[in-house]
């Protein structure tokens, strides 16, 4: 219930305040390919939202998921760490008012995540977002407290095995029996034990921030640890007509490694 302890959370929610205006800027209403190719065909065939159906969108940014599921008739509560980031969607989704509950509260605060109500979510969604916080057991002990009996959680997180911060993006050129081929490949050099280090989510955004990377029994053991079960599980890569936008970047060079994985976890009944 305390407050989080690691110094890497306060620097990370500063750059995430600092970002905020490029960030929306970025990802505007409508998102970028990551969002469009890799995750949302597969969260929301995952989720499979009703009208009127009560979401939890789990640090949502400048409430780009949150849209998309009102547009499908949904109720939902969205939250984010970032009070900045919580404004811009407040004005991006100004016309959604009647649906949407936006609020500022921090995934690794248990305190604050009791605070959304007990039972109250069908089920919740976390797009791209929990290898940003610093501590993921208080929002997996909680989740099962706000969800109703049977819920699932369906997140999307950058693949651990081949794009976590440790990943390079490497390129080769081959002689094969005299015809000149090239090849992309993602050289890992770390993944086994949980680590955090600074990057970037956009090129250009103005401070780094803080990724916190876990292998995927982390994950795994964690949801299991808190009665959730595994029932949806995709690899998502870039199909390969998908422009590069960067030599090296993800996009189509790069069709037979997935980049992004889309889960479902669902409360044992
Ligand atoms: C990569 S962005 C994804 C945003 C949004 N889900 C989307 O799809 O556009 C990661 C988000 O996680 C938020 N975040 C990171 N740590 C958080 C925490 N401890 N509690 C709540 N939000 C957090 C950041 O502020 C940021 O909005």
New binding site residues.
């Given amino acids: 219930m305390s407050p ?1 302890q690691n110094p890497l ?1 306060e620097e ?2 500063a750059a ?1 305040e600092v970002n ?1 205006e490029v ?1 929306d800027k970025r ?1 505007g209403d409508d ?1 970028n390919d990551f ?1 469009n190719i890799l ?1 949302w065909p597969t969260l929301v065939s995952f989720l499979n939202p009703q009208p009127a159906a009560h979401i939890l ?9 949150t849209r998309r599921l009102a547009e499908l008739g949904c109720k939902v509560t969205a ?4 009070a900045n ?1 919580i404004e811009y969607a407040k004005q991006r989704l100004a016309n959604y008012q009647s649906q949407i509950t936006l609020r500022v ?5 248990e305190e604050q995540l009791l605070s959304l109500g007990k039972s109250q979510f069908d089920s919740a969604l ?4 929990l290898f ?4 993921i057991e208080p929002l997996f002990r909680t989740l099962p407290k706000l969800l109703k009996p049977g819920g699932t959680f369906v997140f999307s997180i950058t693949h651990p095995c081949f794009n976590n911060a440790s990943s390079a993006h490497v390129v080769e050129e081959i002689d094969n029996n005299g015809e000149m081929q090239i090849s992309y490949a993602i050289k890992t050099t770390r993944y086994m034990t949980p680590y955090s280090t600074r990057g970037l ?1 956009l090129r250009n955004q103005p401070m780094p ?1 803080v990724y916190f990377e876990r292998p995927l029994q982390y994950y795994f053991n964690l949801a299991f640890q808190h009665g959730f079960v595994l029932d949806g599980f995709e690899e998502r890569a870039f199909p390969p007509e998908t422009p590069q936008t960067h030599p090296l970047g993800w996009g189509g060079n790069f069709s037979e490694i997935p980049a992004a994985i889309v889960i479902r976890m669902r409360l044992q009944s």
């Fill in positions: 989080n959370h990370t929610r995430w905020a960030w990802m998102g969002f995750c969108d789990i640090a949502c940014g400048n409430g780009l998921t939250f984010d760490f970032s980031l509260i921090d995934a690794t605060n976390s797009n791209m977002a940003d916080m610093a501590d989510a921030q």
